[in-house]
């Protein structure tokens, strides 16, 4: 099975622009989190969507928006981009249960992709 | 509110001794527990994962961690410590009875191993 792809890998911006990073879950997985890693603040939750709606939201400014389609693919926009944007944005999807509080052992797990490296120039 | 703490940036170790990576967590209840492994310019990677039953639990590469309610603690651990362990490790804890069913993880800073040849 396929693990969590996330393109492109690489991407270098100026400031004021803005870009869009895809994510591809493991198939069967509806669940997407996605995550912003920085030296200086580690790893912060963005947001998650659960087929097609956003269930959770992190502390980010409006201009981090996500969207997910009916084939659980994610995609994630970050407009007017600012110099401390820059990162290693991280996507991880995971099997998940709608608005449980506790979840089995399978559903629990996130599994990430490999990343895609934002520079904001 | 649920929070991770791992004490120590960074653990160096001799490649052949026994390796411990702390983490101390904090959730309202009994909490569910992660550990995950990074490597340079990749994604995590699960590790090992509490959720109820054995208080060591193990997982892959021949790591383990043991889970104790009274520390509120889940410290990752390795017999024998290879260069190739080298990375960085992320501890999360989640709780399972949070607000609203989130079952976002918290995760920690990151502690980087190092394990000296």
């Known amino acids: 099975k396929a693990g969590v792809t996330q393109t492109p890998r690489y991407l270098i911006k100026t400031r004021g622009q803005q870009v869009t990073l895809s994510c591809s879950p493991i198939?069967?997985?509806?669940?997407v989190s996605w995550y912003q890693q920085t030296p200086g603040q580690g790893l912060q939750f963005l947001f998650e969507?659960?087929?097609?709606?956003?269930?959770n939201k992190g502390n980010f400014p409006g201009r981090f928006s996500g969207r997910q389609f009916s084939n659980s693919r994610s995609e994630m926009n970050v407009s007017t981009l600012e110099l401390g944007d820059s990162a290693l944005y991280l996507c991880?999807?995971?099997?998940?249960?709608?608005?449980?509080?506790?979840?089995?052992?399978?559903?629990?797990?996130?599994?990430f992709g490999p990343g895609t490296r934002l520079l904001v120039l | 509110a649920q929070s991770v703490a791992q004490p120590e940036d960074q653990v160096n170790v001799a490649e052949g001794n026994p390796l411990t990576v702390k983490c101390t967590y904090s959730?309202?209840?009994?909490?569910?527990l992660f550990w995950y492994v990074q490597y340079p310019n990749r994604g995590l990677q699960f590790l090992l994962k509490?959720?109820?039953?054995?208080?060591l639990v193990k997982g892959s590469y021949g790591f383990e961690a043991e889970f104790n309610k009274s520390q509120t603690s889940f410290h990752l651990k390795k017999p024998s410590a290879l260069v190739s362990d080298s990375a960085l490790y992320f501890c999360?804890?989640?709780?399972?009875?949070?607000?609203?069913?989130?079952?976002?993880?918290?995760f920690g800073r990151g502690t980087s191993l190092i394990v000296h040849p």
């Open positions: 198939s069967g997985h509806r669940s």
């Open positions: 999360a804890v989640r709780d399972p009875h949070a607000s609203g069913g989130s079952y976002i993880p918290t």
């Open positions: 959730v309202s209840g009994n909490p569910y």
């Open positions: 969507y659960f087929s097609e709606t956003q269930r």
């Open positions: 991880a999807s995971s099997l998940a249960g709608v608005g449980l509080a506790t979840y089995s052992t399978i559903q629990e797990t996130q599994y």
């Open positions: 509490y959720i109820t039953g054995d208080n």
